[in-house]
């Protein structure tokens, strides 16, 4: 099952790339920017799945035997992420459990794409977050849980692929959360998620990138437990030494966005 991940991730060779995006009808659905420029062998087998959905079966028939290995849901969510939305399906079980795989499979090549610190699986994520999550039709078709747990997965990656200019319409969009009393709004879940992240990143270049985009949080209205809470994550990056071990540049950086949230001037006023 490795290997076959490996296989359906590699980018396709230039000369095909152009010919399959120069294709109006047959070709696959065009995307902007990095997506075009980076055409995987999963982007191409996903649109076809979705076109001629038998041609999918022998695949996902293995892929369901092979459920337990670790790669299994990987592959599942690179090749069938389309399908899943795009295809109609009647077994409400069968539903759950392919819900339930992509949300993992997608959890799992994003957190690839961070530690190499490249983007294979960006076009992925687009389609997860622009076709999905902003299209209440196609979410609507899996369980409300996976519903969440993809928004939590949104949440997390949001920065590291360039979208946060997609925030305000995620958030808008955000299902409600049994334990929402308790943790606030979707801006608060949202910030919750990302506090999380930042601290189990550990490649440099992927963490100064999440740095360099909490200006988007600028503006959000968050309850004290979750303005704190971020705040408390942020200063564990501008101290050397344990328990993160920043480099100088992430110390600035932490400092820099701590500068940016919560201005001295507020926290001045703020006092007793």
């Known amino acids: 099952m490795q290997e076959l991940f490996a296989d359906v991730a590699l980018e396709v060779d230039v000369r095909a790339r152009d010919i399959i995006l120069s294709k109006d009808e047959d070709g ?29 079966k022998p695949i996902l028939d293995l892929i369901v035997q092979l459920w337990s290995q670790s790669f299994a849901s990987n592959i599942f969510a690179l090749l069938f992420h389309k399908w899943l939305f795009e295809v109609q399906l009647e077994n409400s079980e069968i539903l759950l459990r392919y819900s339930s795989a992509l949300v993992q499979g997608a959890t799992n090549v994003f957190w690839i794409d961070i530690q190499t610190n490249r983007r294979c699986f960006l076009s992925l ?46 958030l808008n969009q955000f299902p409600i959360f049994p334990n929402a009393f308790l943790v606030g709004g979707p801006a608060d879940i949202f910030v919750i998620e990302l506090t999380d992240q930042l601290q189990k990143l550990k490649v440099e270049p992927v963490l100064l990138h999440y740095l360099s985009h909490m200006k988007v949080l600028q503006g959000l209205e968050l309850r004290m437990t979750t303005s704190t809470r971020l705040k408390a994550c942020l200063y564990s990056f501008t101290s050397p030494g344990g328990p993160m071990y920043p480099t100088r540049a992430v110390r600035h950086a932490a400092w820099d966005a701590l500068d940016l949230l919560f201005p001295v001037s507020d926290f001045l006023t703020n006092l007793p």
């Open 28 to 56: 696959i659905s065009s995307a902007e920017g990095d997506i075009e420029n980076h055409l995987c062998f999963y982007d191409v087998l996903a649109d076809h799945y979705v076109k001629v959905p038998e041609n999918g």
């Open 125 to 170: 994520f687009h389609y997860l977050l622009e076709e999905v999550a902003l299209v209440p039709m196609r979410l609507n078709k899996i369980a409300l849980q996976a519903q969440r747990d993809l928004y939590l997965v949104l949440s997390r990656f949001m920065f590291f692929y360039n979208l946060v200019n997609k925030l305000e319409a995620l």
